[in-house]
């Protein structure tokens, strides 16, 4: 197709990608796509709207995603988790017996649930970041890209109008927010359960120091921020991955079975060289914010970690996205 035959037949495009993307959001839920403001210059030329329209674009990508019944399924998934580990540990200890072991780190913290109730919120944390997150973020990632072309609407998302950088940012921060959110449903929920099925008050950390609840709430908050922030690396891997295929299924099982074999390969001891440059290596470092002083080697090594792959992959997506030639 010639520039001049794109410029020509863009209106029609435009109200084609509106109908397509009421059947790509799901029953009830349509995309409102604007018209774009000149004749566009090819698919994906990256001329158009201001900043107005890119917070546009990420408020439309945003609400379709935490519409769609996927993402909801995951976030519900991820908050009976908490209640369902609650609810073993009092069946547990009914009968004034223990469970769990010392140690405190990742699981361990289920040894200090009966003791305080804001501690399930790090053991269902701790739970649910070695597969249960990674999982959600990696569907959510994987289908970023891939899910439109295989909707055919990625065509029309380019040409009414987007951009194909100002596309895969909206697509990006939108994953983002999904891991954000993913994460505070994992502690809300453990809170409450917490709060519902155990005694709260002081909170000892685990160099012994004991702190006021309320300080207690501002950890586990920051503990939040820290696994949400520890999953941005695998999300820019997941948007790569996207961008490599039309199909979202195959995206999203290639992207969960990366986050599977990376975590197999961390915990092969002949492979230790290798540990340190691996994204889900440092993830359970968030317990280092629950000692007096916080111990920040750990949880600086995992920040960089996630900075490094989300500018290799990030980049990677870019230079994939930007070069592909979309016909879907």
């Not at 908490?82 to 017996?97: C, F, L, Q, Y």
């Not at 199909?247 to 961390?266: E, F, N, Y």
């Not at 993830?283 to 996630?306: E, I």
């Amino acid at each position: 197709m010639s520039r001049a035959d794109t410029a020509t037949d863009t209106a029609t495009d435009t109200a084609a990608g509106a109908a397509a993307d009421t059947g790509r959001a799901g029953a009830g839920t349509a995309r409102p796509v604007a018209p774009p403001a000149a004749p566009a210059p090819g698919l994906g030329a990256g001329a158009g709207p201001g900043s107005g329209a890119a917070l546009g674009l990420f408020r439309s990508e945003l609400t379709l995603t935490f519409r769609r019944w996927r993402s909801l399924a995951l976030l519900g998934i991820l908050a009976v988790l908490p209640i369902v580990v609650g609810i073993a540990v009092k069946i547990e200890t009914s009968d004034g017996g223990s469970v769990g072991g010392g140690g405190g780190e990742g699981p361990a913290f289920i040894s200090q649930v009966t003791n305080n109730g804001l501690f399930l919120v790090f053991t269902s944390l701790a739970a649910t970041l070695p597969f249960f997150l990674p999982m959600a973020v990696g569907v959510i990632a994987g289908d970023a890209i891939a899910g439109e072309a295989a909707s055919g609407t990625l065509r029309y998302l380019l040409v009414a109008p987007a951009g194909r950088t100002r596309l895969l940012l909206a697509k990006f921060t939108t994953v983002l927010v999904f891991c954000l959110a993913a994460t505070l449903v994992v502690a809300a929920s453990a809170l409450a359960t917490g709060a519902l099925l155990f005694p709260t008050g002081e909170v000892t950390l685990l160099s012994g120091t004991s702190v006021p609840f309320s300080e207690g709430l501002l950890r586990a908050l920051a503990i939040a921020a820290t696994v949400a922030a520890s999953l941005v690396g695998l999300a820019a891997l997941g948007l790569f991955v996207s961008t490599l295929t039309n199909s979202g299924i195959a995206a999203m099982a290639t992207t969960v079975g990366l986050v599977i074999t990376v975590q197999i390969v961390d915990t092969i001891p002949q492979l230790d060289v290798v540990h340190p440059y691996l994204f889900p290596h440092y993830w359970l470092s968030f317990s280092d914010l629950l000692r007096d002083p916080v111990y920040w080697d750990h949880l600086t090594k995992n920040f960089g970690l996630q900075a490094l792959y989300t500018a290799l992959f990030g980049s990677a997506a870019w230079a994939r996205f930007t070069t592909r030639d979309v016909t879907a």
